[in-house]
């Protein structure tokens, strides 16, 4: 993923919609990657995670699709529910002078509108 | 047991006090990490043990010293740190570098 800017991004749906988040990464080389929940006050939880040999992968009311050609993943929430609420932040491990090292994205978050 | 714990959840130092940050995990992860977390911002990588033995180390000023006394503790020593390291500090563990992280709760720390 890739800090820019100072502010979060807010994602604001209604209960029932779909939600989509993206994010973009920036090292070519990135072969893993991870979609994060984190909820007010907590640690980030593990969503989904997808491998670059892989464009699209689905879990319970979540879909994760990944466009290597520009860099781009995106998470798909379906029937959001209340309990989505929360900063979601997409992470690629990608190697970096020898290491391999997760880089966060940004984040962002989702506002669900009962 | 897929948890990751750290104690404490919040800690207030001075900029003169020591002090250290736990993190334990009983999942038989080899890898475990130190992230910093500002307000509004993603975790930003710290530390990297691997096989109980540092494997990279983001350039981190050296008030924070970092320890892994075997596979499933490690710790952060904190001494002399100013107010601008007050933050959320994550503790995290995986299998290995292309599975995913387990993260702790955090601890809440502010620097006086």
Same mark, same amino acid.
């Given at each position: ?10 994602? &604001?749906? @209604?209960?029932?919609?779909n *939600?989509?988040?993206n994010?973009?990464?920036s090292?070519?080389?990135s072969?893993y990657?991870?979609?994060?929940? @984190?909820?007010s006050g ?9 491998? *670059?040999?892989?464009?699209?992968? @689905?879990?319970?009311?979540?879909t994760?699709?990944?466009n290597k050609?520009?860099?781009?993943l995106s998470l @798909? ?6 309990g989505? &609420? ?6 690629d491990?990608?190697?970096? &002078?020898?290491?391999?090292?997760y880089?966060f994205g ?9 | ?8 959840k919040?800690?207030v130092m001075? +900029?003169?006090?020591?002090?250290s ?6 999942? =038989?992860?080899?890898? +475990? ?10 975790? /930003?990588? +710290? $530390?990297?043990?691997s096989y ?6 983001e350039?981190?000023?050296?008030? $924070?010293s !970092? /320890? ?7 710790n ?7 107010? /601008?390291d ?9 299998? =290995? %570098?292309?599975? /995913?992280?387990? $993260?702790? !709760? ?5 620097? %006086?």
């Amino acid at each position: 993923g890739e800090s820019v800017g100072l502010h979060l991004p807010t994602l &604001s749906v @209604q209960e029932g919609d779909n *939600s989509i988040i993206n994010c973009a990464y920036s090292n070519s080389a990135s072969d893993y990657f991870i979609w994060y929940k @984190q909820e007010s006050g907590k640690g980030p939880q593990f969503i989904i995670d997808i491998r *670059s040999n892989m464009d699209k992968r @689905q879990g319970q009311r979540v879909t994760v699709l990944l466009n290597k050609t520009v860099k781009h993943l995106s998470l @798909q929430i379906a029937a959001t529910q209340p309990g989505d &609420s929360a900063v979601y932040f997409c992470a690629d491990l990608g190697v970096t &002078s020898g290491t391999y090292k997760y880089i966060f994205g940004t984040g962002t978050r989702l506002k669900v509108l009962a | 047991d897929t948890e990751v714990t750290q104690t404490p959840k919040h800690l207030v130092m001075g +900029m003169t006090n020591k002090k250290s940050l736990k993190c334990e995990q009983h999942m =038989g992860h080899r890898a +475990m990490y130190w992230y910093k977390q500002k307000a509004k911002k993603p975790p /930003e990588l +710290m $530390f990297v043990y691997s096989y109980e033995k540092l494997s990279i180390n983001e350039s981190v000023p050296s008030r $924070f010293s !970092p /320890e892994c006394p075997n596979s499933s503790l490690l710790n952060l020593h904190l001494h002399a740190l100013q107010p /601008e390291d007050s933050a959320l500090y994550l503790c995290a563990s995986s299998q =290995g %570098t292309h599975y /995913e992280q387990y $993260f702790g !709760p955090g601890t809440r720390l502010t620097v %006086t």
